[in-house]
DNA sequence: CGGTAAGACTACTGGTGAGTAGGTAAGGCG
DNA sequence: CGCCTTACCTACTCACCAGTAGTCTTACCG
């Protein structure tokens, strides 16, 4: 929750350029995230950044551009944060719930980033559908990569490369919706909703009805079996 | 798919109203659903439709009753069209097989409604986001209805409508975007996508890289593995 | 074969917002 | 201290689009 300063109808304090494109773009992250693109103006951004609308355009170029360089760097963001929880020399099982506690932490943390990456990237049918399907596409692929490394699939012999990526499709989507979920009943932390989509997907309803649910490491007995 | 006949630049045909209404509905989920809803319209929308402007307003009201009656009326299609499919007399897995291949299909046969509905409604700021969100709901509220009907998770005790609904909650966005990956490889039938989505949220990945998977009762003979 | 009301149109207004032209202050450097 | 570059601003243009005023036209009913 950064406090933008208005700077109240005077003249901007004199900064370097890499500042202000800084604050240029936690304002139009904000603004993005709270109205949409075409309901977000140029005028309220700079008015939220503390500076003229001119500069807008002379540091980040067209309100596409400015666009676009958001969910850039908010997606940028968020794939590191995943990539920084997640620990690579695990089993299958621990990977993914690493994972999946490393991407709720970040939308509990980064709501309009969030925001801006989930509701409205998605709806433009410009170049920003691109740039989001791109970041989109690299979570399905990891997810992906990581079913596929887990197992053959034995009993499906055609399984390959399709289905882990429908599965890794519907699994990311599930994340996401359930990240929307938990913005309107905001009151349980991370790890519970992190918890439970871990158990629908690796556990399945069918094992849930029966009682048996998943454990993080930290509980489980070391079985093998 | 409907071709919408421009009429050539003339005088429209004199048609009574509930005909005109329908047209217009129709160009108006087509337009919408490849623009989104800022970028779209009243005169595009209108000329889709085969007619002049004011008609639009005389008819339908202002751009956004326009855009909640489309939403409405496509949600109600969509679940309708669910409730048909589902057999409320089966086991709970079977509900909720058959739940999936009507969604679905559904989406197969009506990619502009789908696309309305998911991709544009939600991201708009305004009354339309109740709307479509209410048909969410109900959509959750059905999926969590059935998961407590179909257990009380019994390993955990204080699971309940929360429970229910978070889960039904990933299932939904599950769903969606399984929906939306699949209008990328749309080369498979709608059954084996509901099937994909079946086996993932009832057997789990744990009983998938395992071999386990989910097929339908033996009153359709599943393909020999 | 009129009369009339619903169906349909052309042509406008008014507001909003992207993008720009052209001018003003402030720091750096000789 | 004066010059020049860079940051910054006010105040506009221009296009697009929601919504409307006022007019025409055609089907139907007597």
């Known amino acids: 929750m950064h406090a933008e300063q208005p700077v109240s109808t005077g003249r901007a ?8 494109e800084r604050q240029i773009m936690d304002a139009a992250v904000d603004v993005f995230s709270r109205l949409g693109f075409h309901a977000a103006s140029m005028d309220e951004i700079s008015e939220v950044a503390g500076i003229s609308k001119p500069m807008l355009y002379a540091y980040l170029g067209s309100k596409e551009e400015l666009f676009a360089t958001c969910i850039r ?13 997640v620990e690579a020399d695990q089993p299958p099982d621990v990977q993914l719930w690493s994972g999946l506690r490393a991407f709720f932490g970040f939308v509990g943390e980064n709501r309009s980033s969030w925001q801006v990456l989930h509701r409205q990237a998605s709806s433009q049918g410009g170049p920003f559908a691109q740039e989001l399907a791109d970041m989109r596409g690299r979570a399905i692929s990891l997810v992906a990569a990581l079913l596929v490394h887990s197992a053959d699939f034995p009993n499906v012999p055609r399984a390959g490369d399709k289905e882990a990526e429908a599965l890794a499709a519907a699994l990311v989507g599930a994340g996401e919706s359930l990240a929307d979920w938990w913005l309107d009943n905001p009151e349980e932390p991370a790890g519970v909703v992190a918890a439970r989509l871990m158990n629908l997907v690796w556990m ?10 998943w454990h993080p490491p930290s509980r489980r007995v070391p079985e093998d079996d």
Do not use: C, H, Q, Y
């Open 204 to 213: 399945g309803f069918g094992d849930l009805v029966e009682g048996n649910i």
């Open 13 to 20: 304090k004199r900064l370097p350029r890499a500042v202000r």
């Open 73 to 85: 760097r908010e997606s940028t963001r968020m794939m590191e944060a995943i990539a920084n929880g």
